[in-house]
């Protein structure tokens, strides 16, 4: 990543501090004490589709956890690392969501990998098997 994009970012978090989080500190008073949200959203990694934006959400809305093609991998209680297992087990017994929505998306790389058989370009271990 050039380092003019970490400038990029850098800007956007002071404005997101000066302009956004200024400007809506009921929210953020009432979010420093929990949260309780409406909904866990299990979505892509993908950078074009947000889940928090597509749905106009406000911090504090949704629960989100995101990986590769948005996919729910088989409950297996082998006790290996289980981020998808562990955000669904949250979000259900602490956090009492009442909506588990699963958001998929158009020009998914990992749903196209998986249709045409494979990754292309990534020899790694974890995304084939993913
Ligand atoms: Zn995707």
């Known amino acids: 990543m050039p380092t003019s994009n970490l400038g990029k970012f850098i800007r956007g978090f ?3 501090r000066q302009d956004y989080f200024r400007g809506n500190t009921e929210l953020f008073d009432k979010l420093r004490h929990g ?9 892509c990694c993908d950078s074009r589709a947000d889940p928090a934006i597509i749905t ?3 911090p504090g809305d949704l629960f989100v956890a995101r990986d ?4 729910v991998p088989p409950y297996e209680p082998d006790g ?4 998808v297992s562990a955000s669904v087990e949250y ?9 588990i929505v699963v958001l ?12 045409d ?3 292309h370009g990534a020899g790694g271990g974890f995304i084939g098997r993913w």
């Open 104 to 115: 998929g998306h158009s020009q998914c790389g990992g749903i196209g990998a998986l249709v």
């Open 68 to 71: 590769v093609a948005n996919l």
């Open 35 to 43: 949260q309780d949200p409406d909904a866990l959203v299990i979505s």
């Open 14 to 16: 002071e404005r997101f």
């Open 80 to 83: 290996g690392h289980h981020g």
């Open 56 to 58: 106009n959400c406000a």
């Open 117 to 119: 058989g494979g990754v």
């Open 91 to 99: 979000a259900v017994l602490c956090l009492g969501v009442e909506h």
